[in-house]
């Protein structure tokens, strides 16, 4: 396929207030059914969305007039329980009459640049299509399984007694720290803010406590919970929109409450990582109201792929985790020539570029950076020593959507 080149007179730059206007009418067209042109214009201005305002807004301008835009989101990544300065890349769309053009590939390279500047060894993002972001690099990092079962579905667990539901005025307490605490024990979550913990909108909570006490201080597990009511109030689906534990015993009572929920709720939606096997918990994981699609077999969980991750600087990313004396890489990466070619690494420089152009058995930067998200990418040590999954799990969990 041949690539489009963008237009010679093409332009990205960062955004001004004045281009507040023309981004919220661009991202409600190219997003439609999320959020107003008006909500997204006024969260711009006022600066009130979770990561970040105008700052994090880069415009593609043509002919004088607004082409295309993205977000370079500051982040923070907890690779393998090790903090990690990512660019969250996010909201990238093109003006309808500038489609097709290269604009968008264009806007993604710019952000890669604005990452590696400002010193992000990683990006991360949702992509709208897969093929576009792995010929740009990002390699696909993780899946949740979507399960949706009625509360029976799962055991009573006797640590059940342990979990308990918030009341509205308690505000979710010691959550944010639960979640602080499970950072260097996961791979995949990202740091987050006051800000992003203040703009849940008033979700019920479950917590279960450490030890005995499910009441006040530290936690060792929690839920967020969004629910669903029937006609006339009858109560229909309930959502588990977010859940971490610290133990297993912890995880079986956040299950074992949600098992007795059954007078309340007619069904759970749960996505759970495929190291968690809730396929083995349940009692009937087939899916509700689906018929036989291969003699005797039966559709379970959905499997939902999501977030993408891309090395952006090799080399610093060797430092920050280290490396092994005498490895040798040679690397493809089109998008960032700076990281194209020969790597060797010493007991003193580190992963050095030589200079050599990289042969045809080059590792193209996708399936390199699908090798970190893995950590089978041979030299670097990556995961690292000190990384102990919480529940053994070392799947990537990017929770947070940008």
């Known amino acids: 396929m041949i690539p489009f080149r963008p237009p010679s007179d093409l332009r990205i730059r960062p955004a001004r207030p004045d281009d507040a206007e023309a981004l919220g009418t661009l991202w ?137 539901l918030l009341e509205p005025a308690e505000r979710r307490p010691g959550v944010p720290e639960l979640y602080r605490s499970l950072l260097p024990r996961r791979h995949g979550l990202l740091h987050r803010s006051e800000r992003h913990w203040e703009q849940l909108d008033d979700p019920a909570v479950l917590v279960v406590g450490v030890g005995a006490d499910s009441g006040g201080g530290a936690l060792a597990a929690a839920a967020i919970l969004e629910s669903r009511r029937g006609r006339g109030g009858a109560g229909h689906a309930l959502t588990v929109r977010e859940l971490y534990a610290s133990d297993p015993s912890s995880y079986r009572a956040l299950l074992g409450w949600l098992s007795v929920q059954r007078d309340q709720w007619r069904s759970i939606t749960l996505d759970a990582l495929p190291g968690e096997r809730l396929h083995q918990v349940l009692a009937e994981p087939r899916r509700p109201s689906r018929g036989a699609r291969r003699g005797l077999w039966f559709e379970s969980a959905v499997l939902l792929r999501g977030p993408m991750m891309r090395v952006i600087d090799l080399a610093g990313l060797a430092a920050h985790f280290g490396v092994r004396p005498g490895t040798r890489l040679e690397v493809a990466d089109p998008e960032v020539p700076e990281q194209s070619g020969v790597w060797v690494a010493d007991d003193e420089a580190g992963l050095q570029r030589t200079g050599e152009e990289p042969g045809n058995g080059a590792l193209p930067i996708a399936l390199l950076s699908g090798l970190v998200v893995s950590g089978e990418l041979p030299g670097i040590r990556i995961p690292p020593p000190e990384f102990e999954p919480a529940m053994g799990l070392g799947d990537f969990d990017l929770l947070d959507t940008f």
């Not at 004088?64 to 990690?84: D, E, K, W």
């Not at 709208?128 to 792995?134: A, D, L, P, S």
Request: net charge positive.
């Open 28 to 164: 409600a067209r190219a997003f439609p059914g999320e959020r107003s042109a008006a909500d997204r214009t006024e969260s711009l201005l006022a600066g009130t969305d979770t990561y970040g305002g105008l700052d994090t807004c880069r415009v593609a301008e043509l002919d004088g007039r607004m082409a295309g835009a993205c977000r370079a989101y500051s982040l923070t990544l907890s690779l393998f329980g090790r903090p990690v300065p990512a660019l969250g890349l996010g909201a990238v769309a093109v003006s309808p009459d500038a489609r097709r053009r290269g604009i968008g590939a264009e806007l993604c390279r710019d952000a890669l640049r604005v990452g590696r500047e400002r010193g992000d060894l990683v990006s991360v993002l949702y992509p709208f299509r897969v093929e576009f972001y792995r010929r740009m690099g990002w390699a696909l990092a993780g899946a949740v399984e979507r399960y949706r079962f009625p509360p029976e579905a799962l055991p009573r667990f006797p640590e059940r007694a342990r979990a308990r």
